[in-house]
């Protein structure tokens, strides 16, 4: 378990597991369920990891490392987002409009 990251661990590897891509159509789709499934504290707690992510100014080699290797998350952004920084803050707006 990341000591730094463990709610957003626990999103991206759980829930961007090998397997999502029989369960989804799309990562947007895994999302929308993630959020489906938990409560408003959980979502806000991955939120703030998430930010605190993106402030802390990876490289994108960095990131991919970190979110593909460290964290497990089996979703390769790359396919569909030019930078890992322009997907954390699409899956952020998601779960801000989430708590609103």
Do not use: R
């Amino acid at each position: 378990m990341n000591k730094d990251y463990p709610e957003l661990q626990q999103f991206l590897a759980g829930y961007f597991n090998q397997d999502w891509v029989d369960d989804h159509k799309s990562a947007n789709d895994v999302i929308d369920f993630f959020i489906s499934e938990s409560s408003e504290d959980t979502i806000v707690i991955v939120l703030l990891e998430l930010e605190k992510l993106v402030s802390a100014k990876k490289t994108e080699q960095e990131l991919q490392d970190f979110l593909l290797s460290d964290i497990g998350c089996y979703y390769y952004y790359p396919n569909e987002w030019n930078d890992g920084e322009t997907w954390l803050n699409h899956v952020a707006l998601a779960l801000k409009n989430a708590i609103k």
